[in-house]
């Protein structure tokens, strides 16, 4: 079973930067599909960024140019960068690793954009 920690989140204002980062607990984290996702009160779980072990990545149209998600392979850790955050952006962010079809999920951190 893989255990993922997530980190880094808080009350920011509108234009603020955070990264959040994502510990795993396997040996074989290089080879997952990491991921970012969100859930705001209300919503359905969406999409932020996706990153393959092969570093192919993929980011909903609303983060694009403000989020970045990284990955550190020595450290099994995933990152999300994000910038010029928005109260839009206030949400719950999961970590996620997959691979075929097995999908881990971190407790979540809140993340509150808010002046």
């Known amino acids: 079973q893989v255990q993922l920690v997530e980190s880094g989140g808080g009350l920011v204002q509108p234009g603020d930067s955070l990264r959040l980062s994502c510990a795993a607990s396997t040996s074989i984290f290089r080879f997952y599909t990491v991921g970012w996702y969100r859930q705001a009160p209300g919503n359905q779980r969406e999409l932020v960024a996706t990153?393959?072990?092969?570093?192919?990545?993929n980011y909903a149209d609303s983060v694009k140019g403000r989020f970045i998600i990284s990955r550190d392979n020595a450290k099994n850790t995933v990152y999300l960068q994000m910038s010029s955050l928005k109260p839009e952006d206030t949400a719950v962010y999961y970590c996620?690793?997959?691979?075929?079809?097995?999908?881990?999920w971190g407790q979540g951190t809140q993340v509150t954009v808010s002046s």
């Open positions: 996620n690793l997959h691979s075929g079809g097995l999908d881990y």
């Open positions: 990153m393959t072990g092969g570093g192919n990545t």
